[in-house]
């Protein structure tokens, strides 16, 4: 597969994916959505692939959409391309982990891009916002839903209607990355995070993708049901009796994915 705006490479089971105009601070244009939409559903369905990483450059994971792309825009083209529609179904379609690994600027789309991935490993020196409104719109792929769900709804206002800025220190503090590293050690510890998720078991790692959201989208007693009811299938697989054997017999599992 040959792409203009994002690179895809293969390593040790991860797919990497880097998103790739430099000189637009990885803006989304249309182009870039489309290829990310395209490389996240082939390592999808790539056997050899057991997690995703999603990464820009050292100044920038994406300064959002593109702003020169949208801004002639009027109302009926946007509503009828329904933009944005398609990148949040790709993600919602997309089974593997998928991290975010971010450094410098996550900021409108980039932030939404980051968020509509699993997790975020960020570096030190990211700085993310939904700074749409000092443009006179506001979140468009998902960015006043998901950034509530993981901030909270007072910090979530303040990003939203200030469109100020949050470092890593404070986007650790609120919930909104799962780890900040290093500047320099950020993309090599994501990808080692990405690996030894590879290395498990991927019926057990699918599931448990499916329960974490499953509790952003039902019911307490509905959640623990499906959490349930996926443990209880687990037990259907080879890699159970072989991670449990493994445990009792002090020695690492190899799993087969079935
Ligand atoms: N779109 C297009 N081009 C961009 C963008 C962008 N979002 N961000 C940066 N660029 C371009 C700049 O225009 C510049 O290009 P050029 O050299 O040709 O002028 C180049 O990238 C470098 O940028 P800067 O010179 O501005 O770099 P600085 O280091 O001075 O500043 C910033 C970096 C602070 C990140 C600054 O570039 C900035 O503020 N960017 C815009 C951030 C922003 O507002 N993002 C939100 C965009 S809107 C959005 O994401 C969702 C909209 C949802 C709409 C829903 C409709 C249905």
Redesign the pocket.
């Known amino acids: 597969m040959t792409f203009e705006t994002i690179l895809l490479d293969k390593q040790e089971g991860v797919g990497l994916i880097t998103l790739n105009r430099p000189?637009?601070?990885n803006?989304?244009?249309s182009k870039l959505l489309e290829e990310l939409g395209e490389a996240l559903l082939a390592l999808d369905a790539d056997a050899d692939i057991g997690a995703i990483v999603v990464t820009g450059s050292e100044?920038?994971f994406a300064?959002?959409?593109?702003?020169?792309?949208?801004s002639g825009l009027s109302f009926a083209d946007?509503l009828k391309k329904d933009?944005?529609a398609e990148i949040n179904s790709v993600f919602a379609r997309v089974r593997k982990p998928v991290i975010a690994a971010v450094s410098g600027?996550a900021?409108?789309?980039?932030c939404?891009i980051a968020m509509a991935c699993d997790f975020i490993i960020a570096a030190e020196s990211a700085k993310f916002?939904?700074?749409?409104i000092?443009?006179g719109?506001?979140?468009?792929?998902g960015?006043s839903q998901r950034l509530t769900r993981l901030v909270g709804k007072s910090k979530a206002m303040d990003m939203m209607l200030t469109?100020r800025m949050m470092d890593s220190a404070e986007a650790e503090r609120s919930g909104l990355v799962s780890r900040v590293l290093p500047t320099e050690d950020m993309l090599d510890g994501a990808m080692e995070v990405a690996s030894s998720i590879a290395d498990l078991s991927a019926p057990s790692v699918a599931l448990a993708k499916e329960a974490t959201n499953r509790a952003l989208e039902t019911t307490l007693a509905e959640g623990l049901l499906f959490e349930r009811r996926a443990f209880h299938s687990l037990f259907a697989t080879e890699d159970q009796k072989e991670g449990m054997s493994a445990f009792i017999e002090k020695r690492q599992p190899q799993f087969k994915n079935c």
């Open positions: 000189d637009a601070l803006a989304l244009n100044k920038a300064a959002g959409a593109d702003i020169k792309e949208m946007v933009m944005f600027y900021l409108g789309g980039g939404e916002g939904q700074p749409e000092k443009l719109v506001i979140p468009g792929i960015g469109g």
